[in-house]
């Protein structure tokens, strides 16, 4: 069974300063599909930015980027230029090649501070 | 285009009794998956349907049970409830066809179920 780690469960990062959100995960398909949400406090789920395991260039979305290492299994966010409205619980997910049955990691809640 | 829409936004229940969640996908979207968050357990995958047929299913009691309807409306049913059914029940739509990275997860607002 897969399964999605997040061992960072609470960081804070300055207003317009990176930061890098972890993720591990372990599976045994040579192909998959990677994804990071966002839940802000409002609680609706927005996707963030998605990567497929075939493709090896990161994935970039704005002030988003994705650090994707698949033979170690990591799959890092990183967040430029953070803004207040950031702020949210950010979930790493997995999902196979049939996308029918996502895996969530436990989440890492990431305050902006201004 | 209207988003996933959930109803009702919060629920109290009782333990013993039963209850019905519905959740209205995207326009032209076919598969409605279901999810329950918790703050211990986190996102769990409850079941997948597809053109009104449970694709997936997760490791749940049968006392958890879905449904899709030829419009793609999906309900999630939750009998004899128990005080640890408490939780944030999210829907999610997709196209639910091709790669999944071009059919990813749109959720709903979520219903919070309160079991007393």
């Known amino acids: 069974a897969q399964t999605v780690t997040q061992s960072q469960p609470e960081m804070s990062v300055q207003e317009a300063e990176t930061v890098t959100l972890s993720c591990t995960y372990d599976t045994s398909e040579n192909n998959y599909y990677l994804f990071w949400y966002k839940q802000p406090p409002s609680r609706q789920m927005i996707l963030v930015i998605r990567?497929?395991?075939?493709?090896?260039q990161n994935a970039t979305e704005n002030r988003f980027s994705v650090n994707f290492q698949k033979a170690a299994k990591s799959f890092s966010l990183k967040i430029s230029d953070s803004q207040l409205g950031d702020t949210a619980m950010y979930f790493c997910a997995f999902t196979d090649n049939y996308g029918q049955n996502f895996v969530f990691g436990p989440g890492t809640r990431l305050s902006v501070l201004p | 285009k209207a988003g996933v829409t959930q109803t009702p936004r919060y629920l109290i229940k009782t333990r013993g009794q039963q209850v019905t969640l519905s959740c209205s996908p995207i326009s032209g979207h076919r598969s409605v998956s279901w999810y329950q968050q918790t703050p211990g357990q986190g996102l769990q995958f409850l079941f997948e349907y597809f053109s009104e047929t449970q694709r997936n299913k997760g490791n749940f009691p049968g006392r958890f049970s879905g449904r899709q309807f030829s419009n793609s409306r999906s309900e999630m049913n939750v009998s004899t409830l128990e005080l640890g059914d408490s939780a944030l029940y999210l829907c999610?739509?997709?196209?639910?066809?091709?790669?999944?990275?071009?059919?990813?997860?749109?959720f709903g607002n979520g219903t919070r179920l309160t079991v007393t």
């Open positions: 990567q497929e395991a075939y493709k090896q």
């Open positions: 999610a739509s997709s196209t639910g066809t091709g790669a999944p990275d071009n059919s990813p997860l749109h």
